[in-house]
């Protein structure tokens, strides 16, 4: 994202960002929130093969379970390949996620702590199962991004000292503020604009065509590839219905 977009990162980890994009249209900043939901390829269990299931649970219950967790998805992936990942757990003991063993090094749970199943003396749980690639909008457990969201910056201008006798109600607002240029997160005055300014009066207004983005994956890629690949996504679908129109 470059020319005439401008991207400023507020707070930035392998899993989660925060970011203001200024120079985009409402349209096109829910454009990539629901790119970034539906349309950025994950890998997810989707075949099971249970060989040995002396647990409580169900088969249909350990595969459900299997499906959820994350798997990290390397970039060179195809729709049509798979990977299989093996588990051969004996109680007592509880399966893990790390328990999984995969045929493939670049394909991992993303988290190794998740519980699979407790089991107790005598059950067993031996079964391999297919990941396969696929995407949000057909299937949640394809959902890269777990938690996206957006919001308009939103820009302070500060007025007249208050009157002393006025009554000191909280003016709770949410997100990143402008203030005087500055990007300042409302958690860092606990959100109530009567703290940060306790002695002026304040006014509150949407900066136009500026948005802060909220981002966290699921641990299948880092924060950056999911705003890439939904960006890039989105080029895609763009650039296909140029070449239609042109028929």
């Known amino acids: ?5 401008d991207v400023t990162f507020i707070e930035r980890d392998e899993r989660s960002a925060r970011f203001l994009v200024r120079g985009i249209s409402p349209a096109f900043a829910n454009g990539i929130r629901r790119a970034m939901v539906a ?38 992936y195809e729709p ?10 004996e109680g007592p003991a509880t399966a893990y996620s790390g ?15 998740v519980p699979i199943i407790d089991l107790k003396e005598g059950q067993r749980l031996e079964l391999e199962a297919d ?29 007249d000292d208050r009157d ?20 300042v997160e409302t958690a860092s005055f606990d959100n ?7 002695d002026r009066e304040v006014s509150v207004e949407d900066v136009p065509n500026a948005f802060v983005f909220d981002v966290e994956t699921d641990g299948s890629m880092t924060v950056d590839e999911l705003v890439l690949k939904a960006v890039e ?10 070449a239609a129109v042109q028929l």
């Open 1 to 5: 994202m470059s020319g005439q977009y």
């Open 39 to 76: 349309d950025v390829p994950t890998l997810s269990v989707d075949t099971v093969r249970v060989i040995e299931n002396s647990s409580v649970m169900f088969d249909e219950q350990i595969a459900l379970r299997l499906g959820l967790i994350p798997l990290t998805t390397p970039d060179d």
């Open 80 to 89: 049509e390949e798979t990977v299989t990942l093996a588990i051969d757990v």
């Open 99 to 113: 328990d999984l063993v995969s045929s493939d090094g670049q394909v991992q749970p993303a988290e190794e702590n």
């Open 131 to 159: 990941a396969e690639l696929g995407y949000g909008k057909d299937h949640a457990k394809h959902q890269g991004g777990v938690a996206v969201g957006y919001r308009h910056l939103q820009r302070v201008a500060l007025g």
């Open 164 to 183: 002393e006798f006025a009554e000191d109600d909280p003016e709770i607002i949410r997100g990143v503020i402008e203030d005087d240029g500055e990007l």
């Open 192 to 198: 109530d604009l009567s703290d940060r300014y306790p």
């Open 233 to 242: 996504s989105l080029r895609t679908r763009a650039d296909e219905l140029e």
